[in-house]
């Protein structure tokens, strides 16, 4: 099915599963090939990163550790979006190499807040593994060191990025159909 339906919006089909999991595998051997022998340690962006984190993990054959973190929200709170931070990170970052990994990449505040946060505590090194960059979105000022694949300014779920939580789920990223107003 190339096109499916959530509440009064079409998606269709923008990357194939195929042409995801062939890309995702040769972003897990340039890791391997640049990172052999450092202490390295992933860091997952939840939510949406999920998908992305379980497939490239699986494909890089090197001894590597993985945590997860999220962005707090404070929704109802406060409402500016500014002052999200990391939650849920334990490790001792000192003098380790990171790599975050991050499902998309818009305008990249959300990457410059957490890179930020990860150099105060402590990391040496930090790398970004990106499934997707909205090129023409972008403002942020690192460098994304593995990227799957750079995108139109479209709104896009699946393979782990939601729409209002729906898409999580669905094998293939797809894009929206007729969106009026972007998002
Ligand atoms: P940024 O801070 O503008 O780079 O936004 C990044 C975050 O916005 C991502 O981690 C997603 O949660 C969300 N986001 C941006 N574009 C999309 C999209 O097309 N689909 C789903 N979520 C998106
Ligand atoms: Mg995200």
Redesign the pocket.
């Known amino acids: 099915m190339n096109t499916i339906k959530i509440r009064d919006k079409i998606f269709e089909v923008f990357l194939e599963e195929k042409e995801i999991l062939d890309r995702v595998r040769v972003l897990a051997k340039q890791i391997e090939n640049d990172c052999r022998g450092k202490d390295l340690l992933f860091i997952s ?1 939840l939510n ?1 990163s999920y998908v992305f984190t379980a497939d490239l993990l699986r494909n890089i054959d090197m001894n590597v550790r993985l945590s997860f973190m999220k962005l707090s929200s404070y929704e109802g709170i406060r409402s500016t979006g500014d002052v999200r931070r990391l939650i849920g990170l334990n490790d001792d970052l000192s003098n380790k190499s990171v790599i975050i990994l ?10 410059d807040g957490i890179i930020e946060d990860l150099y105060d505590k402590g990391a040496r090194e930090i790398r970004v593994a990106a499934l ?1 960059l ?1 090129p023409d ?2 403002k ?1 000022s690192h460098k994304i060191d593995y990227l799957g694949f750079e995108i139109p300014n ?4 699946g393979y782990g ?3 209002d939580g729906f898409g999580r789920n669905l094998r293939a990223v797809y894009r929206i159909v007729d969106d009026q107003n972007k ?1």
Not at 102 to 111: M, N, Q
Not at 154 to 157: M, R
């Open positions: 962006i949406g991050e499902d998309i990449i818009d305008t990249g505040k959300t990457l997707l909205k979105a972008y942020g479209d709104f896009v779920i990025l939601d729409w998002y």
